[in-house]
């Protein structure tokens, strides 16, 4: 546990918490247990210095994942949309029943649709009493900057990499660590590309590469279809690809910003496939060699 979360824990066990807390960095799994710790900190039955017992009713249904007061969202596909935020509206204002904290925690927060982020932003402007929000994602750049402006983020290191791979219980290490290096070092990525399929991933990306490279746009139909996971994770693969290459030499920082434009239009909704025909085209036009 680092400094940030030791103070966190403090904060909650002396109820001044921040109603809003952004989670980041590190791994999914960390987040969510020090998420779950908040939680049962907030709402453990034990006298305050001795939160969480682990032993009281309420850490075990906190850690059982069905505490009434603990809710829950994620994704149902790729993103958290509306309708999934306007359900939880209807839950986050009712009153707590077993505990003194309704605390809402948040996964993948970085896939909340625009929409949904904006209907998440009228609960945290107004949050009712005894209310806790926490946010996790991987990369706090995907969180709204309205949102991010009124959270207190506490950041997450990533775990050493013996320790991310046997959290991962991946079979095949090697396949693993391909995926690590693919990701640049980014243990929440590696996992994303390993869920997607290594082999698959770097199949596209060296046709993706071979399109810009003869400007062949009619080449592109072979890339589709993508639902937008794909696209996101493939975008940043890319990124990551195109980094090591300015730093050698074999690429340019236009090719880098034409992807940071295209992962912004896809956190906007925009078509998935359009994104990926958008940013060919621009690369065509640019001289975009995208060195593989």
């Known amino acids: 546990m680092n400094l940030a979360q030791a ?8 109820e001044q918490l921040a109603h809003l807390l952004l989670f980041h960095g590190g791994s999914e799994l960390h987040r969510r247990e020090e998420a779950l710790r908040i939680a049962q900190i907030l709402n453990c039955f034990s006298p305050k210095l001795e939160r969480p017992c682990q032993n009281c009713i309420a850490c075990h249904k906190i ?19 509306i309708e999934q935020v306007l359900a939880w509206h209807e839950k986050v204002y009712l009153k707590h029943y077993e505990g003194n904290y309704k605390v809402s925690i948040i996964e993948q ?9 904006n209907a998440l932003l009228k609960v945290i402007e107004e949050p009712p009493e005894h209310c806790v929000i926490i946010l996790s994602a991987g990369n706090a750049e995907g969180i709204l900057p309205t949102i991010q402006s009124r959270a207190q ?14 959290e991962l219980g991946a079979e095949n290490q090697q396949e693993a660590r391909l995926a690590l290096e693919l990701s640049g070092e980014n243990q929440t990525l590696a ?13 596209w990306v060296s046709r993706f590469f071979q399109v810009v490279k ?21 975008l940043q693969v890319l990124a990551v690809r195109i980094q090591e ?10 090719e880098l910003l034409a992807i940071g434009k295209a992962n912004e ?11 990926i025909e958008v940013l060919a085209l621009e690369l065509f036009q640019q001289g975009g060699v995208l060195c593989d």
Do not use: C
């Open 7 to 14: 103070l966190l824990e403090k904060a909650a066990r002396e």
């Open 63 to 81: 850690s059982g994942f069905n505490h009434p007061d603990v809710l829950w969202l994620k994704p149902l596909k790729t993103t958290i949309g």
């Open 109 to 117: 927060a970085d896939t909340l649709t625009l929409p949904a982020a």
């Open 153 to 166: 983020l506490i950041y997450f290191s990533d775990p050493p990499e013996d320790e991310w791979l046997r």
């Open 191 to 203: 996992t994303a590309i390993m869920e997607q399929g290594v082999s698959s991933l770097q199949e």
């Open 214 to 234: 003869d400007k062949d746009f009619l080449a592109l139909f072979s890339l589709f279809p993508l639902d937008k996971n794909q696209v996101s994770i493939y």
């Open 245 to 254: 290459g300015i730093r050698n030499g074999a690429n340019q920082p236009f």
């Open 265 to 275: 239009a896809l956190r906007q909704q925009v078509n998935p496939r359009l994104v």
